[in-house]
């Protein structure tokens, strides 16, 4: 959907329950912190095999019920790279640098789905978009700063790096699904097959099979495989498709915000003042798109 500059654009029902679909998804992934968190000990590798099988189990039970079958094809397995790409990238940053720069540079995502979105796939969100980018990135950077000085050093440079090329990585990921044709859940289905194997083939080549998973460990990652690290991916397909995808790019910036809190509640993080005032920026990001 183009925005018009100077009102709002009134939303038909297909796009505002695509886009409640969407926000759906930006709460599940609020969630993404606590949940990796609690399974921080399990092998990366091992935690997205799980979850994107489960996923794409998910995705078959619902093609049955439509009576379709998963869509193989080089789109699928492009994003199916891109996705595999992004997560073992970003697991990857968190030996470098700590979990909450990682984490919450890998939230700069919105601001760069809006960029390349302009610049290369027609996102059409004009200069009120930009602004909104804007304005919700520097809320991102007030959740930042009371958390660490950014000490700079080999090792947390590459950390920051790939939790930023992550970052970019999922933006164009987003870009590429928004614009695919054909059914979503097909293609999703295929997708989450596809990066479920290659992850599998991944922790067996590393030997990560061979550490047993305790009943709250699947637990834990059968929670991930439902929502941010699975069922999130089918959700979020829908709303950026379907739905107000400048919109939604923007008040993806309420995933931090959402996560720093659940991190807060589970005692793993302290409350502080900036929270208050980043979440007045999002807010606000939000808005200033939606007009």
Not at 79 to 85: H, L
Not at 91 to 107: R, S
Request: glycine share 14%; aromatic share 10%.
């Amino acid at each position: 959907m183009t925005l018009a500059p100077g009102r709002a654009v009134p939303m038909s029902r297909t796009v505002r329950g695509a886009t409640l679909t969407g926000i759906a998804a930006i709460v599940s992934w609020g969630a993404l912190g606590l949940l990796g968190k609690l399974v921080a000990d399990v092998p990366p590798l091992v935690v997205m095999a799980v979850c994107f099988l489960l996923a794409g189990a998910g995705g078959v039970v619902l093609c049955r019920v439509q009576g379709k079958a998963p869509a193989f094809s080089r789109p699928v397995l492009v994003s199916a790279g891109f996705i595999t790409a992004y997560h073992l990238i970003y697991l990857t940053a968190f030996a470098y640098a700590p979990a909450i720069e990682v984490t919450l540079l890998n939230y700069l995502w919105p601001a760069l789905f809006i960029i390349i979105g302009n610049l290369f796939f027609r996102l059409g969100s004009g200069a009120r978009g930009f602004a909104g980018a804007g304005l919700g990135f520097a809320g991102v950077g007030l959740l930042i700063g009371p958390n660490a000085a950014f000490a700079l050093s080999p090792g947390t440079v590459t950390g920051y790096g790939l939790a930023i090329l992550a970052a970019a990585i999922w933006a164009g990921y987003s870009n590429i699904r928004r614009t695919a044709v054909g059914d979503v859940i097909p293609a999703l289905t295929a997708i989450c097959l596809i990066s479920g194997l290659l992850c599998l083939a991944g922790a067996a080549l590393t030997g990560a099979l061979t550490r047993g998973l305790t009943g709250r460990e699947m637990l834990w990652i059968g929670l991930l495989a439902v929502g941010p690290a699975g069922g999130a991916f089918f959700a979020w397909d829908y709303g950026i498709r379907h739905g107000n995808a400048a919109l939604l790019s923007v008040l993806s910036f309420a995933a931090p915000l959402l996560s720093t809190a659940m991190l807060i509640a589970a005692g793993f993080a302290a409350p502080s003042w900036p929270i208050l005032m980043a979440a007045g920026l999002i807010a606000a990001g939000g808005w200033v798109a939606r007009r």
